[in-house]
C-alpha cells in the first residue's frame, strides 16, 4: 500500500530548531535563563495538590462531559472572572491537543481555516492535519468562505488584544458565512492594560448573549500552574460542544478522575490565581525595563505570558545575541512570516532567574 505519512505533511516541529541556541545558552557561567516556551515554574496551589490526592483512590473510568461538580465549577468561574455566559461545557485533555484536533473532529477536510497572521503554531497543525486548508488573516473582512476561524485575544506570542468591536466583526462574519468562531482565551485572565482589558468571544457585548457557532477555548497551565495535569475546557455554543462531546466519547478523549477533581479546586480557588498574576506582572516589569535598555522596542505585549520584541534584525540573530548571555527565547518565525524580525520572550521563569536576565541585559 502506497501511503503518504501524516508527519511528512506537517512543518518541522518549531523548537527543534533551537537545540544550537539553547546549548548555547546553557553554556554560560550562570546557567541557562530558558524563557523560550510558556512552561510554568511555580508550584501548583496546595488545595489543588489535595484535590488530586484525595481523588486518587477512584478505580472507575470517568465522564467525559465531567462530573458534575467540574461543570458547574468551569461555568460558575467564567461568569464570575470573566462575566460570560458559558453555554455548555467541556472539559478537555489540555487545550493543544483539543486544538489540534478540533477541525478533524468537526468534519472540515478540504475546508478553508482562517488562523492570525502571528499564530500559536497548532493551529495551522490542526488545520493540516484535518486536511484543510490554513489561510492567515487578523481582519474579519479577508475571512471570506472559511468554515472555522481561530482567534486569539491575548495572542500568543504577541499579546495583542482585540476589543468588542473587533470581536463584534468576527461573530458578525461567522453568522453572515454560517462559520465556526474558536476563540483561544487561554491568557484571559493576564491582562496588564485597563484601558484595553481582554474580552471573551462569549461575553454578551460581543455575542448579544447568542452563542451560536461560537467556543471559547481555556486552559488551567497558566492561571493555575497546571501544565502538568493537561487541564482545559471548552464553552459555548451547546450543540457544537454536544457534536464534540459524542466524538470524543467515542475516542475515549476523557480528563482523568483525579485531575478533573483537581481543576474543580482551581476554579473555585481566586485568590491562588491571583498571586500568580502578581507574581507575573513583577516579572513583566523587571523584563521590559531590561529589554528597553538592552536598546529592544516592545511591541503590543499588553496581555499575556510574553513580552514580543525586537531589535530590528532577524529573529535568529537576536536569538543568539540573547544566547551568548544564557538567555533562551523563541523566535517570531515560529508563528509565522510576519514574526521574522521579533523574539517572544516568556514571564515564566522563576524569580531568581527573572533577576538573572535582567543582570545580563543590563551587562
Known amino acids: 500500500m502506497t501511503r503518504t505519512p501524516l508527519g511528512n505533511t506537517l512543518p518541522d516541529f518549531p523548537w527543534n530548531s533551537l537545540a544550537a541556541a539553547k546549548e548555547k545558552a546553557a553554556a554560560h557561567p550562570g546557567g541557562i535563563v530558558d524563557l523560550s516556551v510558556g512552561n510554568p515554574v511555580d508550584l501548583v496551589a496546595p488545595g489543588v495538590q489535595l484535590a488530586l490526592a484525595e481523588a486518587a483512590s477512584a478505580p472507575g473510568y470517568p465522564t467525559t462531559a465531567g462530573t458534575p461538580a467540574l461543570q458547574e465549577a468551569i461555568a460558575a468561574s467564567l461568569r464570575r472572572r470573566y462575566g460570560m ?26 475546508r478553508k481555516i482562517v488562523i492570525p497572521e502571528v499564530a500559536y503554531p497548532t493551529y495551522e497543525v490542526g488545520a493540516l492535519i484535518a486536511g484543510a486548508t490554513p489561510v492567515r488573516h487578523d481582519d474579519p473582512a479577508d475571512f471570506g468562505n472559511a468554515s472555522l476561524a481561530f482567534i486569539n485575544s491575548p495572542s500568543n506570542p504577541t499579546g495583542r488584544v482585540w476589543g468588542v468591536e473587533h470581536l463584534r466583526k468576527v461573530v458578525a462574519w461567522a453568522r453572515a458565512n454560517n462559520a465556526i468562531v474558536a476563540s483561544d482565551e487561554c491568557y484571559l485572565g493576564l491582562g496588564w492594560d485597563d484601558d484595553n482589558p481582554p474580552v471573551s468571544i462569549l461575553d454578551p457585548r460581543v455575542s448579544d448573549g447568542d452563542n451560536t457557532g461560537l467556543i471559547a477555548m481555556h486552559s488551567l497551565s497558566k492561571s493555575a500552574n497546571m501544565a502538568s495535569y493537561r487541564a482545559g475546557f471548552f464553552a459555548g455554543d451547546p450543540e457544537l460542544i454536544g457534536e464534540l462531546l459524542e466524538i470524543r466519547k467515542h475516542a475515549g478523549l476523557m480528563v482523568p478522575g483525579p485531575v478533573q477533581a483537581a481543576m474543580v479546586a482551581a476554579l473555585e480557588d481566586d485568590d491562588s490565581e491571583l498571586l500568580q498574576r502578581q507574581r507575573y506582572a513583577v516579572r513583566r516589569a523587571k523584563l521590559i525595563r531590561a529589554l528597553n535598555h538592552a536598546g529592544f522596542q516592545i511591541e503590543h505585549s499588553e496581555a499575556g505570558l510574553y513580552l514580543w520584541a525586537t531589535r530590528g534584525e532577524d529573529c535568529r540573530a537576536t536569538v543568539d545575541w540573547l544566547a551568548q548571555r544564557g538567555i533562551l527565547v523563541a523566535p517570531g518565525d515560529f508563528y509565522g512570516p ?26
Not at 467541556?90 to 489540534?100: F, Q, R, W
Open 85 to 110: 455566559e458559558p453555554g455548555a461545557v467541556l472539559p478537555v485533555v489540555g487545550t493543544k491537543e483539543a486544538i489540534a484536533w478540533l477541525p478533524t473532529l468537526l468534519g472540515l477536510r478540504g
Open 338 to 363: 510576519a514574526g521574522l524580525k521579533y523574539i517572544r520572550m516568556g514571564l515564566n521563569g522563576s524569580d531568581e532567574r527573572v533577576d538573572a536576565a535582567v543582570a545580563r541585559l543590563a551587562s
